[in-house]
Every structure is written in structure tokens, then in C-alpha cells.
């Protein structure tokens, strides 16, 4: 058998024979070569298995897997996620494109900081200071409810250590918040390497399932998920910080409705409030104006400065390492 990969590259795939050549192409040029690329294909009814099989044909580090019935996407990335080797897991989307650089940033960041249990990359900068950026739990969850937000980014933003994957159970299969539900755990019980932004890039098109017409409906489950998270004993955040962190909540979710409302879209409006579940007496108590800080969940040193990365750490296996030098 080759050796253990340092990463796996899990690309799972459904009907997407026009865009999986050039997603599949992106990894290939990766500039950190220490991977192997899988392709779950989810027993897709066009030529994307066959494209997968003919690029694994031509490259050793490709292997493809299909499934013998339909999974749906997050049963299937928990599918890849138990076939990979590597040590770390990168999702990346049959649709996206990974830019050349993308694992060379990631990996020696994740690898210089062992406490981090996954690294993020978001397709915009992250507020408040430089990166790479270690998170606390705590932090994670002043960034998300009372800062500029965190668990929006999908799975092909994260580099996951994979034993960390498998104790967290992998993703919720619930939807398209799967992968909010799977941050609200996550970051609540372990540190996040927040990393450089645009390391990818996140294609928009028709034939997203977020996009579709359903995805609002399941997307109604998420913040009852978090408002249970926030009331939790595993919450990382102070009493004072809970009560703030629900005033931001609710008042994200009436602005939904709100909208849903004026758009004519009476029965998705109704979902969201009786999927939340929240009582009157809490509506009561916790409807008052937002209130959220760019800065919050910013790691900052004893005097409140930014804490600088300490680049000399960031190691590209295989490259002179630059720690040892005088």
C-alpha cells in the first residue's frame, strides 16, 4: 500500500459532469503535493463517475468510490471521510475550485498548531487582526453571536485533523444547516485556526442545493439549534455574554420572517417561528435592539493588541525549515 497521505482530498460528487473537470483540475495543481484527491460519487445519473474514473486513471493519488445508491450530501461526506487515509481532512466541492496555493496556506498552519482541532478559510477576510488566528471556544462563539458571524462557512472552507472529525461524529445529516449544526458542536468543544481568506473559490449557480426551494425549510431548524446551544451547560460563553448572544438571535430570526412575510411567503414565515420554539416570556425578555462587535472573538495580548502570528512556526513539509535557522 503507498504511503499515508498527510491530506485527503474528499470531493463529493452528483450529477456534476460540466463542473467536476475543472474542480478535479484545481487540486491536481496544488502547489503542497502531500494528498490524495477522493471522489465519492453519489450514484450520479451522468458522466461524472466516468470523468472521475478516467482522471484516476492518469493520476496515482486519485481514487474514486460510488455509491450504490443515492446518499444525499452530508451522509456522503461522512461516507469520504471514513474511506480517507490522510491524516487531515480538506472537503472541496464538486464545484469549486481550489486556488494553487490553497493547501500549501492551510496545512503547515494547522500543523504549527496542535491545539487547533480544524483550521477555516472564508472567501472574505476575517475581522479583527491577522491570520492565521487561534480561536478558543469561547472566542469561536463571541465571533459567531456577537461578532461579524463564523459558522456560515461551509465545509470546503475547513481542514480537519481527521481524529477530531470522528469524535465530533461527523456531520448531522439534517439538511443544509448539517454544517451549521456541525460548527455549533465543534467550536464548542474544540480550538479553531482561523486562516488567510480566498483560498478558494465558491461557485454560484442554479443547481445548488442551498439554492433550492426547499433549503429555507430545513435551514428553519438551525437557529432552535443554536438557541438550545446557548442555553447548554457546554456554552463557552459568560451569563452576560448568553443574554446578548439571544437578543442577536432572535432578532435575526424575526428579521427573516419579516422578510419572508413581506415577500408573500406566509407558511416559510410561520416555519421559522414555531420551528424556533421560543416562548413568549423569552420573546419578552430577550427582543431588544442587536448589538455586535467587529472584534469580538479577537485573540489580543495583555495590553489588547493584536497577537501576530509567529510565521517562523509555518513549515511547508518538504521545504527548508526556516524554525532553524540562526
Known sequence: MDPQPLVSVLLTAYNRESLIPAAIESVLAQMFDDFELLVVDDHST???????????????????????????????????????????????????????????????ALLAEPTAGLAISSGTCWAGGPCPMLLTPRMSYQREFLGQGLFMCGPSGALFRREVFHALGGFPEQGVGSDYLFWLAACARYHVLLLPADLFWYRLHDGQELRSRRAAWEYAVVPRAAWQALAADTCPLTGEERIQARTNLLYGVLKLTYRDARAGRWALARHRLRTLGVSTADWLRYLRRPRRDVLAGTPCDARGEFIMPDWSRYHVPGSPDVSTRA
Open 46 to 108: 451522468d458522466a461524472t463517475l466516468e470523468i472521475g474514473q478516467a482522471y484516476a486513471r492518469r493520476d496515482a493519488r486519485i481514487r474514486v468510490v460510488t455509491n450504490d445508491a443515492t446518499l444525499g450530501q452530508f451522509a456522503n461526506r461522512n461516507r469520504a471521510a471514513h474511506l480517507a487515509r490522510g491524516r487531515f481532512l480538506k472537503y472541496h466541492d464538486s464545484d469549486d475550485v481550489m486556488y494553487p496555493h490553497a493547501l500549501a496556506v492551510m496545512v503547515p
